[in-house]
C-alpha cells in the first residue's frame, strides 16, 4: 500500500526559507500529476504549487518566484522549496499525488513569524 509522508515543515522568521519533503513509503509506477496544497485555519484549501508528468510546473501567484516544486524519480520523492517566507504562508502544507489512484499526504505545520 502507497503512503506519502510529509516532512521539513517547521517555525521559522519571516524573510527564511524551508524545504518541505513528500516521500512515498510504496512504488509509484505511473505518477501524472504531483502538488502541494495548504490550508489554514479558517480558510479555503489552496493549491500552491503542482508539476506534471512532463514536467510542467504551476505556482499559486502568491508563491510565484519565492517557491520552487521539484522532484527526485530516485528518491520516489517531491519537495517544496520555500524561500522568503511571509507570516501568510503559515498553514498546514500537504502533498497529492495522482497516478493509477489519488494519493494524500498527512500534512505538516508550517509557522512563519512576523
Known amino acids: 500500500q502507497v503512503e506519502l509522508v510529509e516532512s521539513g515543515g517547521g517555525l521559522v522568521q519571516a524573510g527564511g526559507s524551508l524545504r518541505l519533503s513528500c516521500a512515498a513509503s510504496?512504488?509509484?509506477?505511473?505518477?501524472?500529476?504531483m502538488a502541494w496544497y495548504r490550508q489554514a485555519p479558517g480558510k479555503q484549501r489552496e493549491l500552491v504549487a503542482s508539476?506534471?508528468?512532463?514536467?510542467?510546473?504551476n505556482y499559486a501567484a502568491s508563491v510565484k518566484g519565492r517557491f520552487t516544486i521539484s522532484r527526485d524519480n530516485a528518491k520516489n520523492t517531491m519537495y517544496l522549496q520555500m524561500n522568503s517566507l511571509k507570516p501568510e504562508d503559515t498553514a498546514v502544507y500537504r502533498c497529492?499525488?495522482?497516478?493509477?489512484?489519488?494519493?494524500w499526504g498527512q500534512g505538516t505545520q508550517v509557522t512563519v513569524s512576523s
Open positions: 497529492y499525488v495522482v497516478g493509477a489512484r489519488e494519493y
Open positions: 510504496g512504488s509509484i509506477f505511473v505518477i501524472n500529476y
Open positions: 508539476i506534471t508528468r512532463g514536467d510542467s510546473t
